[in-house]
């Protein structure tokens, strides 16, 4: 029933407009249009995330995506080879997000133009989702009825629903040692490079096990070689779907750094701040099952799979609101290489379609008494 065409001419679009995160005025005012067009209720907020109501029957249901891209992606060429959509190798595509968005307005137009059973609808696209989830944080929760929603925020082979995402904590300590003269006086100095560097070596980093990882992504300073550096900043991250497990985990990075300062009489400031709260369903949730219904209707088989990475659907099941992802196909995202084949892109929409339906079908079935047709939850991922 997705009209493919209309999907990628949506898409390609979007891609087109420049949209890196905190520059979203143009695409925001874009997608707004998109939504009006339809003649849907279209809300901006002040930091530019858009929330279109669509009326139905039924349990209100939300869709997530963002609408900015991480770069390099501006001046984005979409190129277009089988059936596979990429970026002239210069930028990234940016289907990360905007194939989220994209079949978000594929799925309300197909809805409204074929008149189909549909539950009231929140299409809610924000704003700087690549930068510590911000629009979604700054979202006004209250405005939002729904309980249950779908995001479309994914890669990974279609029909791959996401049960579990992890808890985020970004770590930032500033080593400060002891400035000399690096040729007259080195004993005077207290080398804070150094310093780091041990602290690092002593840390486990990378894989810690199945659901937690770590990582010390960026470090910066000394000024010359002639000094014994002073000054040495540091930043990293740790995750894991364990909240306990990634608790211990920072835990034990913040004491190497505590230990290794004060052996060689270096100070050490740390930050620790909690960029996302994790999640995890089951095949128990109820939009676990709308989704496996409909990934069932369009014939492929569920695959429930926990991912390594946060997105705004943390922040809204940290607020209350059960929403999971499900794969839009988009592949190597954040790198030029990134691509997207509008086959599994329509199957998505299609999946999305069939799961608003079920919703309602659910809806009405419950109204008669006859208990809420859920499929079969056997045997569904390993
Ligand atoms: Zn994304």
């Keep these: 029933v997705i009209n493919r065409d209309r999907l990628l001419d949506t898409f390609l679009e979007l891609v087109r407009i420049d949209?890196?995160?905190?520059?979203?005025?143009?695409?925001?005012?874009?997608?707004?249009?998109?939504?009006?067009?339809?003649?849907?209720?279209?809300?901006?907020?002040?930091?530019?995330?858009?929330?279109?109501?669509?009326?139905?029957?039924?349990?209100?249901?939300?869709?997530?995506?963002?609408?900015?891209?991480v770069m390099p992606c501006r001046g984005v060429k979409p190129v277009i080879e089988e059936g596979v959509i990429r970026s002239d190798g210069t930028t990234v595509l940016g289907g990360d997000d905007k194939a989220g968005v994209?079949?978000?307005?594929?799925?309300?137009?197909?809805?409204?133009?074929?008149?189909?059973?549909?539950?009231?609808?929140?299409?809610?696209?924000?704003?700087?989702?690549?930068?510590?989830?911000?629009?979604?944080?700054?979202?006004?929760?209250?405005?939002?009825?729904?309980?249950?929603?779908?995001?479309?925020?994914?890669?990974?082979?279609?029909?791959?629903?996401?049960?579990?995402?992890?808890?985020h904590d970004n770590i930032r300590a500033v080593v400060r040692g002891k400035a000399a003269h690096a040729g007259a006086c080195p004993e005077e100095g207290i080398n804070a490079i150094v310093v780091a560097a041990e602290a690092i070596t002593n840390m486990r980093i990378g894989r810690i096990d199945e659901e937690t990882t770590a990582n010390i992504g960026v470090i910066q300073g000394g000024t010359a070689t002639n000094i014994v550096p002073d000054r040495v900043e540091i930043k990293g991250e740790a995750r894991s779907r364990d909240e306990e497990k990634l608790r211990a985990q920072t835990a034990s990075m913040v004491e190497s750094l505590r230990r290794t300062a004060q052996r060689h009489g270096a100070t050490v400031d740390i930050d620790v701040h909690r960029e996302y709260v994790g999640y995890s369903l089951s095949e128990e949730d109820r939009i676990v099952q709308l989704l496996v219904q409909g990934v069932r209707a369009v014939g492929l088989e569920p695959l429930l799979v926990p991912v390594g990475g946060g997105s705004d659907a943390n922040v809204f099941n940290a607020r209350g609101i059960q929403v999971t992802n499900i794969s839009v196909g988009m592949e190597k995202v954040h790198t030029t290489e990134e691509y997207i084949a509008l086959d599994d892109m329509a199957t998505c929409a299609e999946i999305v379609l069939a799961s608003l339906q079920a919703a309602t079908l659910g809806h009405r079935l419950g109204k008669q008494g006859g208990g809420i047709a859920y499929g079969r939850h056997h045997g569904v991922g390993d």
Excluded: C, W
């Design 19 to 69: 949209s890196p995160s905190g520059e979203e005025a143009a695409i925001s005012a874009h997608i707004a249009n998109r939504f009006r067009e339809l003649g849907l209720a279209v809300e901006i907020s002040e930091a530019g995330n858009v929330i279109a109501r669509m009326d139905g029957e039924g349990e209100s249901i939300l869709l997530s995506a963002h609408m900015d891209n």
């Design 102 to 167: 994209a079949v978000i307005l594929e799925v309300l137009q197909t809805i409204l133009e074929k008149d189909l059973p549909h539950p009231p609808v929140e299409a809610v696209i924000t704003v700087s989702e690549e930068v510590g989830l911000a629009g979604a944080k700054h979202l006004d929760m209250d405005k939002l009825r729904s309980k249950i929603g779908i995001g479309l925020d994914m890669g990974g082979e279609i029909g791959s629903i996401a049960i579990s995402a992890p808890y």
